[in-house]
């Protein structure tokens, strides 16, 4: 007996803007905008309105990218993802492309009344959004240059939060970090898929293994030195703030370590420990909030 295509439903959908990522996504705009203000949670009920609204904004944003991903990538996963939701049926592909629509102009909407207050979050929302069309139908084909742009997807995360907060410049470090880490972790992804790529032009493919692994681990090195100019700039490291701040992203920085101990051996293991180094360094930027 041959299985039928499950019907759409809320599982389906929810499985297809993939909300862990999303979960990042908003998380990580809050920590932005908590940092630039350096009040912990004690913020005025108006800028958490913002904080929220910007966060929403940005998981909005997010599931757009991941959907419209999903959309480009139909024919490529159902070969290498057959269970994705457009793969199965389970959610048809007109409504999926009117869903990418509806996501883009609702993260827009949320964040009108931001950018009347701060609008260099329009700014940043006009670029993110720019850059993220120009990865899914132009880069993301074209390796390294794919990486590049997700990486600065990632650390527009921090800037978007911190300019909802009215100091988009103190996170500066902290998307840097974001922006050099993302991109080792997004060299390891290729590494431990260049056998399989098709139609892509990698940097392992390119360059070899080794090179990218040098590439990967110079990103982690700067990202490591990156973590220390908080303290030289805007935390004092004696105080509490900057004391938890230098236990927790110590703890980040070794993690990072460990991501590009092994490489070009153990790829899966050595981004899993990226994405948990990541996690850990977020607890260390929200530290900053509280100094």
Request: glycine letters at 8%; one cysteine or more; aromatic letters at 8%.
């Amino acid at each position: 007996m041959r299985a039928t295509p499950p019907s759409f439903g809320v599982h389906a959908a929810i499985r297809l803007v993939r909300p862990a990522n999303l979960a990042v996504s908003f998380v990580g705009t809050i920590v932005g905008g908590l940092v630039a203000r350096g009040a912990g949670v004690s913020v005025p009920a108006t800028l958490w309105v913002y904080l929220v609204l910007a966060g929403i904004s940005t998981a909005c944003v997010t599931a757009a990218g991941n959907v419209l991903n999903d959309v480009l990538d139909l024919e490529v996963d159902r070969t290498n993802h057959p269970d994705r939701p457009l793969v199965t049926g389970a959610v048809p592909i007109g409504t999926a492309r009117g869903l990418v629509v509806a996501l883009f102009f609702a993260g827009l909407f949320l964040v009108l009344p931001v950018i009347a207050v701060a609008p260099l979050v329009g700014v940043i929302f006009a670029l993110a959004v720019a850059a993220l069309l120009g990865y899914e139908f132009l880069l993301k084909a074209r390796g390294f240059v794919g990486n590049l742009v997700v990486a600065f997807l990632t650390a527009m995360v921090f800037l978007y939060g911190g300019a909802a907060a009215g100091n988009a410049a103190l996170l500066l470090p902290f998307a840097g970090m974001a922006f050099l880490a993302t991109l080792s972790r997004e060299v390891i992804k290729d590494m431990e898929d260049v056998r399989g790529d098709v139609g892509r032009t990698t940097l392992p493919m390119t360059h070899g293994l080794p090179y990218s692994t040098r590439v990967a681990r110079t990103s982690v090195l700067a990202a490591v030195v990156l973590s220390a100019v908080p303290l030289a700039w805007f935390v004092a490291p004696a105080s509490a703030a900057g004391i938890v701040y230098v236990g927790i992203v110590l703890l980040a920085d070794l993690v990072f370590a460990v991501s590009v101990l092994h490489l070009p051996q153990r790829l899966h293991y050595e981004q899993t420990m990226s994405k948990v180094a990541m996690s850990i360094a977020l607890f260390a930027f929200l530290a900053v909030a509280f100094r």
